[in-house]
């Protein structure tokens, strides 16, 4: 039974319906000539049906809740390195660079890895760009866990510490970031990635990974900063607040630690 022919079984029996997106691609090896061929004949046989829908107002409910729904369905069922790394970029990670995609999603396969970003180039799911990056070392456990409520530590100690694992230089990276193309086919709100906090995300996407290795079904919400919103955390997962701190004066770190007022946080 192949990929496509799978795909008709399970929307019969458990899904309700299924978006046209990046995660119905991955089935198709992104190819995106055959499955609007696939899909045509699905239609024209009575197969299935295709309807347009507003990602913003959908009248069966919550539009969004049901592209995550349906990538979560189809995650389930099949997916590879590659499909996860596309699911992650467009919900997780806000950047990523080519030796940590050849790590943590092509197994140091740079063959498979240079084919797969170069067709997700072209179809209009990703972006690579070369940026000049601080690299984040020594970050295999955080600097500090606390448990929500317990007593907070010194806020100079912890920035201190926190500025010693950022290397003293800049070097030029290529960085793989996903389109809002691809963010809004998982159900998921465009994201402004700036150039200026381009070391951040991607020290944030190696915490990402640390957990991931952890528990490979790990998931985290990113926190976009708001004007007036006070000291937000990087990540929510679950009851844990996430924070990766840059080289911040002993006054920032104590506005990040208060969080531990409301939930469990984890400093790096």
């Known amino acids: 039974m192949s990929h496509q022919d799978r795909l008709f079984s399970r929307v019969a029996r458990f899904l309700p319906a299924l978006i046209a997106s990046g995660a119905l691609l991955q089935h198709f090896g992104g190819d995106l000539e055959a499955m609007p061929r696939f899909l045509g004949r699905g239609k024209a046989d009575g197969s299935i049906t295709l309807t347009s829908a507003s990602a913003r ?4 409910g919550d539009f969004r809740a049901i592209c995550r729904q349906a990538v979560r369905d189809l995650g389930a069922w099949h997916m590879t390195p ?3 790394l596309f699911k992650d970029l467009a919900s997780f990670l806000p950047a990523l660079t080519m030796p940590q995609a050849l790590k943590e999603y092509f197994d140091g396969n740079r063959e498979a890895m240079t084919r797969f970003l170069r067709a997700a180039k072209a179809n209009g799911s990703i972006v690579i760009t070369t940026d000049f990056v601080r690299h984040h070392e020594n970050s295999a456990l955080p600097i500090l866990r606390i448990a929500r409520g317990e007593p907070l530590p010194s806020a100079s100690k912890i920035a201190y510490a926190a500025a010693k694992r950022w290397c003293d230089f800049v070097e030029p ?14 159900g998921g709100e465009p994201r402004i990635s700036l150039s200026a906090q381009v070391s951040h995300d991607i020290g944030l996407s190696q915490v990402f990974c640390h957990h991931r290795h952890l528990d490979r079904d790990f998931e985290w919400q990113l926190v976009s900063s708001k004007p ?3 000291a937000l955390a990087d990540a929510i997962a679950g009851d844990l607040a996430i924070e990766l701190l840059g080289r911040y004066g002993s006054s920032q770190v104590a506005a990040k630690l208060q969080l531990a007022a409301s939930a469990n946080l984890e400093l790096w």
Not at 173 to 186: E, F, N, P
């Open 57 to 60: 107002n959908h009248d069966s």
């Open 82 to 84: 590659q499909d996860r």
């Open 173 to 186: 990276v290529m960085v793989i970031r996903a389109t809002g193309r691809l963010v809004a086919s998982y």
């Open 228 to 230: 007036g919103a006070g």
